[in-house]
């Protein structure tokens, strides 16, 4: 008998949603940075075993919206978890509870929607705070697990997949069983691009990054890749690309190591920088990068 369930990972940004997502899948489909707001679509992570499929939607953090692009995030968000069986919710165990979690809670209270609750980054803090954590936590809701993990180096994250197999019901798979993720592999280059852009730049230069891919020639043993990085300020473009365009061509080797990896193929990149001033402030900036509804 098949079973399958829609599971969303949601929470504030930078909690570990993503390695969570990367570490029950065994292999990288969402990009991990240290800075916050790194995930900014919804990306569907899928574990077949045996009669069963996860399906699991991995969301950008939901924090307090600036600009348009932060309402699309947070829009993408709170839909995706509307649209799950389940939730796991993720926070960073020693960070006080916030507004996004309580926002949460109310939301699993209201439809009755079962949630775990992941602990996560426990590597970074001592057992008394573990406890005091669940303690808080426990006052506000009774989840139907509560899992404290590593997801950076795997610990618990077993014990997670174990509490969310409650969730799956009875039905046929709704993907195929060897599919990881709905992501093509532009996406999957734009996203490994900006990844190492979010990984190099500092400040507010890399919120305001949005790769394009312009051209992918898949020839068998070689992919050729032509991306455009677009940034908001003519200033941001200088330090993106660097002296002598040194910077550009760190961030283009990471990447086409990673890319090269992941296609199993020799991977031509050719990258160029350009600036599109404030496209993260109008409708129209976004739906340039496509991030739109539908
Ligand atoms: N110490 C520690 N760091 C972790 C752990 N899990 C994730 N991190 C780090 O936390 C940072 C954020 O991780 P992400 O997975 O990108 O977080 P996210 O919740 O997806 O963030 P957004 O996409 O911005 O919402 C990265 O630097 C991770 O390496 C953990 O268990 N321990
Ligand atoms: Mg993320």
Redo the contacts with the bound molecule.
């Keep these: 008998m098949k079973k399958t369930g829609f599971i969303a990972i949601v929470?504030?940004?930078?909690?570990?949603?993503?390695?969570?997502l990367n570490s029950i899948l065994g292999e990288k489909v969402?990009i991990?940075?240290?800075?916050?707001?790194?995930?900014r679509n919804r990306i569907i992570g899928i574990h077949t075993v045996g009669d069963d499929q996860y399906v699991f939607l991995?969301t950008?953090?939901i924090f307090k919206p600036r600009n348009s692009l932060g309402s699309y995030m947070v829009k993408t968000a709170n839909s995706s978890m509307q649209d799950a069986d389940a939730v796991i919710l993720?926070v960073d165990t020693g960070k006080p509870i916030s507004e996004t979690e309580k926002n949460v809670i109310t939301y699993l209270k209201r439809t009755e929607t079962p949630g775990v609750l992941v602990l996560?980054?426990?590597?970074?803090y001592r057992r008394e705070q573990i406890a005091e954590t669940i303690a808080a936590y426990s006052e506000l809701h009774s989840f139907d697990a509560v899992v404290p993990?590593?997801?950076?180096?795997g610990k618990g994250v077993d014990e997670v997949l174990d509490e969310c197999k409650a969730f799956l019901g009875e039905s046929d798979f709704f993907f195929p069983e060897d599919m990881v993720t709905d992501q093509s592999e532009r996406q999957v280059a734009a996203e490994v691009i900006r990844e190492k852009l979010l990984r190099t730049l500092n400040k507010e230069i890399p919120h305001g990054i949005a790769v394009a891919i312009e051209e992918f020639k898949d020839e068998g043993s070689l992919v050729s890749i032509r991306a455009e990085i677009f940034c908001e300020k003519a200033s941001h473009k200088g330090i993106i690309v660097g002296k002598n365009g040194e910077e550009l061509k760190r961030v283009g080797s990471y990447a086409r190591a990673d890319l090269e990896a992941i296609f199993g193929a020799k991977v031509y990149l050719n990258l160029w920088v350009k600036v599109k001033e404030n496209w993260r402030d109008s409708q129209r900036g976004i739906t340039d990068f496509g991030f739109t509804e539908d």
């Design positions: 929470g504030r940004p930078n909690v570990g949603k993503s390695t969570l969402a991990v940075s240290s800075k916050p707001q790194t995930t991995d950008p953090g993720v996560n980054k426990i590597d970074l993990i590593c997801a950076k180096n």
